[in-house]
Structure formats: structure tokens, C-alpha cells
């Protein structure tokens, strides 16, 4: 009985190995990229915005022919909006051999997750992390980012509020993120260089639902201006106590508040909130059919949809021209490369931020946001 059950073990070891090896021969015919953000909790909106963006990006690339003959493979890492999340999401990519990363979305996030990128010399573009550090203190040369960041959005907000309301007492506020801080710091800044200085500059928790002590302050204080250095669902809690408890406090804050789900959050109190975001991608002419697209599909493609549509596009098109996917090679592509995207042009400087970044107003106005 020996030889048949020899035979027959040899047999599935063949059939293993043969089940193995053309696996492997398939992995080799893609190339696996990836997207990651906050996929679930109260930030997932923008982790959608992200694979929406990239899905239909890497669904075009492939439909043209790939990335240097070979198809792309997406892989989605949710991170929660968290740092250890990111640096266990990196990982996993890693694993699955992605060699591009088109994330994350929040700057904790991107910062953590850039140092295991670059330890592994695999290409991060951030569709939207914002914070000053993600390239000032980059973790290496193959880290860059299609969004503005926030010493710009910052000084923008700050000078704003100095130049249009000069007399009025203002409160600074921030959520203790990187993000959120860095925007806080950066509007304080720009305020007290107009010669202002802010009544209130404090920080607030995300873990809770009721701000009606942090309310009660600002009306304590009489504060006629508050900016948030934070996410949507914590600035549409916090401008719906402010109306319940008769303020009529202008908010004012950053890029996290172009999303729906702000005015999902705060209702009809969000009317007339003031945001900077860079100018609504959507109403280019380099967009016009990628947002046809999108809108077939049933997908607004508001917020950072069409930066990670770009991030995937820009990567492609540089790895095509280099030949390679290799880090070196792309990175010299992307460096030396103005492209052209439905952002519109887009080129990087020596930090790996976009050379003409833009920061314009938004104002909520019966349940969608628009620039003034």
C-alpha cells in the first residue's frame, strides 16, 4: 500500500506546487498599488472619497493599458484616522507588495505610515494630509502630496479673520490632531502677526457628543468668532449647541468641513459656516469627464475624490514613462514632471508639495457648501 499512497502524496505536491506556481505567475502579471484612510468610523466619508477616487483611476488605467503592460491591482486599507491603524495598514501592504500607496487622508495618519513607506522605498502621494510635517520633515524622497497644507490654509484663515473682523473676540480651537492643531497654530499665527490676539485658544475632545460646556465658555466670553482646527462631525455638534444656546458665533474652519456630511451633522445652525478649501475641482474643465463619470456611477465626487483620482493618475504616468516602478526611477519622473490632471497642472517641488497650491472661501448655504 506504500508505493500508491507515495504516489498519490506526490501527485498533490505536484498539483500544489503547479496550483503555486501559476498563482505566482498571475501576481506577476499585475502590479499592486493601494489607497488607505479612515474607511469606517466618523470620518469615513473621506476614506470613500479616497477608494472612489482610485478605483475609477486605476479602472481607466487599466482600460488603457496598464502600468508599463501590466494591470493594476487596488488594495484598501482602512486606518481609522490612526496612527498605529496606519502603521499596521503600511505593513500590510507591504505584505501584498504594493508599490504605490495613494493615502492616507489624515496627516497623523501619512506621517506615521511615511516612515515604514520609506524604509521599503515605496511611493506615498496623500490626496489630502495637510499638515506641514508630512514634507518639511519628510521621511523620504518618495513623499509627496496633491493637496495645499496648512501653513498655507492656515495664514489664509487667520489673515481672513483679522481683516474682517478686526474688533471682534475670537476663539481658537483645535481637536489635538496633527491636523487639527497644525490649522489651529497656523490661523494664530497669521491672526496675532495682524496684530490680534485671539481671546480663547484651547483644545477640545473627539470622544464625546455633548459640547455644551465648551459652549457655555464661548458665550461666557462672548466670543463673536470661533475657528476650528478639526473635522466635520466635531464643528457640526459644536455649531448646533452654539445656535440651542442662542449664539449667533460666526464658525469659521478648514478643508474637513467640505464634505455632506457636515451639513448631515449640524442642519440648518451649518448655514452660512465658512471654510477653506483649495477651488472645487469638479467645476474645471480638466475634470468635465472624469466627473461625468463619477456621476454615472451614481458618486459625487466632492471633497478629495478627484485628488485621489490624480495621486493614481499622476503615479501611473510617471511609472510608465520611467519604465519602472522602481522608487528611484518614479520619483526622478515625478520630480522633474508638470502633469496634467483634473486638478489641472500639477508639479512638485524639492519637498514633494504641489508648486502653486490655492486656498479660496466656501460657505454653507442651505445644505451645500459654494465658493463666495
Known amino acids: 500500500m506504500r508505493k500508491p499512497i507515495t504516489a498519490a502524496l506526490a501527485g498533490l505536491t505536484t498539483a500544489g506546487l503547479m496550483s503555486a506556481s501559476l498563482a505566482n505567475a498571475a501576481l506577476a502579471e499585475e502590479i499592486v498599488v493601494a489607497t488607505a484612510g479612515p474607511m469606517t468610523g466618523q470620518y469615513a466619508s473621506f476614506g470613500e472619497q479616497l477608494r472612489n477616487g482610485a478605483e475609477l483611476a486605476i479602472a481607466e488605467i487599466n ?66 494630509s495637510t499638515n506641514p510635517k508630512l514634507t518639511s520633515e519628510r521621511a523620504g524622497p518618495g513623499v509627496y502630496r496633491v493637496s495645499g497644507n496648512d501653513d498655507q490654509q492656515g495664514a489664509v484663515a487667520g489673515a481672513y479673520i483679522a481683516a474682517n473682523f478686526p474688533d471682534k473676540n475670537v476663539a481658537i480651537i483645535h481637536d489635538k490632531s496633527a491636523y487639527g492643531a497644525g490649522l489651529a497654530e497656523e490661523a494664530r499665527k497669521a491672526l496675532n502677526a495682524a496684530g490680534i490676539t485671539e481671546t480663547i485658544f484651547d483644545a477640545y475632545s473627539t470622544d464625546r457628543k455633548d459640547y455644551t460646556a465648551l459652549v457655555a465658555k464661548l458665550r461666557q466670553e462672548s466670543i463673536d468668532v470661533l475657528y476650528v482646527g478639526g473635522y466635520h462631525t466635531e464643528a457640526g455638534l459644536i ?103 483634473v486638478l489641472g497642472p500639477i508639479a512638485f517641488d524639492d519637498r514633494g508639495d504641489v508648486t502653486e497650491p490655492a486656498y479660496i472661501w466656501y460657505v454653507w448655504d442651505s445644505g451645500e457648501y459654494r465658493a463666495l
Open 239 to 341: 455649531v448646533r449647541e452654539m445656535r440651542e444656546q442662542g449664539l449667533e458665533t460666526q464658525l469659521i474652519s478648514g478643508d474637513a468641513l467640505i464634505t455632506q456630511q457636515y451639513w448631515e451633522i449640524a442642519g440648518p445652525a451649518g448655514q452660512g459656516t465658512l471654510a477653506t478649501f483649495v477651488p472645487d475641482p469638479r467645476t474645471f474643465a480638466s475634470a468635465r469627464d472624469a466627473v461625468a463619470t463619477f456621476r454615472e456611477k451614481g458618486i459625487n465626487p466632492e471633497g478629495y475624490t478627484l485628488h485621489a483620482y490624480a495621486a493614481m493618475k499622476i503615479w501611473a504616468e510617471a511609472a510608465n514613462a520611467a519604465g519602472s516602478t522602481e522608487l528611484d526611477a518614479v520619483t526622478a519622473k515625478l520630480n522633474a514632471t508638470t502633469f496634467e490632471t
Open 63 to 128: 482600460a488603457a493599458g496598464g502600468v508599463n503592460g501590466k494591470m493594476l491591482k487596488l488594495t484598501v486599507g482602512d486606518d481609522r484616522c490612526d496612527k498605529d491603524e496606519a502603521v499596521t495598514t503600511a505593513n500590510r501592504f507591504i505584505e501584498e507588495g504594493a508599490v504605490f500607496v495613494a493615502g492616507h487622508f489624515c496627516s497623523n495618519a501619512s506621517i506615521a505610515a511615511a516612515a515604514v513607506y520609506a524604509d521599503k522605498n515605496i511611493v506615498q502621494i496623500s490626496p489630502g
